[in-house]
């Protein structure tokens, strides 16, 4: 059988299970987002200044920016799931969340003087951030991980990757009502790299067990 004939008879039979494949992937991606979820309000949960945060701009920021990566994540996942899916404007929709990190570092640098950029930046949770989000990403990445795997992604090491932009969204929103690092600056260096590394876990982990 020709490359292309199976991927059409792939495509065909994955058809019947699309409703099937769906309610999979939201079943494990809250059951993961649960699991983490579980172990943060029981270890440490949001910070003592809550409810003032929120009626920051900085602190509702950080939210927006999170949970449009873990939304438009999964919805690119769900078309890289299914071989010959189009992907539509979820190739880019992805790309909203650095553009508004983008725009709110302008405006950052903008606001105050050269003088806070540094502290600002460096913040005071630094090692937090890049310890804690991925640890609270290994169960929604391992729920994706698995769900992925009753689809057929033709680049599992993409589909991993963006797994990890999932599941380092999810754990990135329960660490931020914690962080009281709220700056722009902050984000944009020590949020991007702590998930930038569950995107690379899940590439790899995509590359070894999405792989068909």
Not at 24 to 34: E, Q, S, T, Y
Not at 159 to 180: D, E, R
Request: glycine share 8%.
């Amino acid at each position: 059988m020709r490359t292309d004939d199976l991927i059409h008879a792939l495509v065909a039979d994955l058809t019947v299970s699309k409703t099937r494949l769906w309610q999979l992937f939201a079943v494990a991606l809250a059951l993961g987002a649960a699991v983490s979820a579980a172990a943060f309000f029981s270890t440490m949960g949001p910070r003592a200044d809550f409810t003032q945060a929120l009626h920051t701009i900085r602190f509702v920021l950080k939210f927006v920016l999170t949970l449009s990566l873990a939304t438009t994540a999964a919805g690119l996942l769900m078309r890289l799931a299914r071989p010959g899916a189009p992907l539509g404007w979820w190739r880019w929709a992805w790309l909203a969340t650095p553009l508004m990190l983008v725009v709110a570092v302008a405006v950052e640098l903008a606001v105050i003087p050269p003088d806070s950029w540094a502290p600002r930046l460096i913040g005071v949770n630094a090692r937090y951030c890049l310890m804690l989000i991925p640890l609270l990403s290994i169960a929604p990445l391992a729920g994706i991980v698995f769900a992925l795997r009753q689809g057929a992604p033709t680049r599992p090491g993409l589909a991993g990757a963006v797994a990890g932009l999932a599941a380092g969204g999810i754990a990135a929103t329960l660490y931020a009502s914690h962080c009281t690092d709220d700056s722009p600056l902050f984000v944009a260096t020590w949020y991007s790299l702590a998930i930038g590394i569950v995107a690379l876990f899940g590439y790899v982990a995509g590359a070894r067990w999405l792989r068909w």
